[in-house]
């Protein structure tokens, strides 16, 4: 039997929800009482303000990313691989938190830029940790971030790199994860 999610839940995925669809300046509180079928009393007892929800969201995004490093940390091929693996568009919780994050950040939120320059501070001190090389560890983080954004700009979804979409690159995530231990080898070498 699943619980249906709780009334701040609701609220903060009806935020994430307008954030995604129609961003920031549409994401005001009467949107998201509208959206999350709570009154604006019911908004303000959890979220006093737009700043509160934001705070909400950030910490969404701070727990799901701790969930993310343990992840990463134990996955058997290792941090670099795990981290080019995961950087496709999935519609995972997480896709949907660092979207909806992503569109605050568009609109300057120093806030949400910081949290997400801790995340990707703790992605990179993993890879670094696995390969050992500063230059190949921020090289993965290239490929990851760029499987990201194109998945973002194209609608690609997980394991699918497309002609033209990469600037020409004709291939596939598995062929990428191949770079990536080449990279990853070479480092130890």
Same mark, same amino acid.
């Given at each position: ?142 490929? /990851? @971030? ?8 194209? =609608? +690609?979804? %997980? &394991? !699918? ?9 004709? /291939? @596939? ?8 231990? =080449? +990279?990853? %080898? &070479? !480092?130890?070498?």
């Amino acid at each position: 039997m699943t619980s249906s999610p709780s009334a701040r839940d609701r609220v903060l995925n009806a935020f994430e929800d307008l954030l995604i669809n129609d961003g920031s300046r549409a994401a005001t509180l009467d949107a998201v009482a509208a959206t999350a079928g709570v009154s604006k009393g019911g908004l303000l007892y959890h979220f006093k303000s737009k700043e509160a929800l934001t705070a909400g969201l950030i910490a969404r995004l701070r727990e799901l990313a701790e969930v993310d490093f343990e992840q990463m940390r134990e996955d058997p091929n290792g941090c670099a691989q795990y981290y080019v693996r995961t950087s496709v568009w999935d519609g995972t919780t997480f896709d949907r938190v660092v979207v909806a994050a992503m569109r605050l950040v568009q609109n300057d939120d120093d806030t949400v830029r910081a949290a997400f320059a801790e995340i990707h501070a703790t992605w990179y001190e993993l890879i670094l940790a696995d390969v050992g090389d500063p230059a190949v560890a921020h090289a993965i983080m290239l490929i /990851g @971030d760029g499987l990201y954004y194109s998945a973002a700009l194209f =609608g +690609l979804k %997980s &394991g !699918a790199v497309t002609e033209g979409a990469t600037g020409g690159y004709d /291939g @596939d995530v598995q062929s990428l994860l191949g770079v990536v231990e =080449g +990279l990853r %080898s &070479g !480092a130890r070498a």
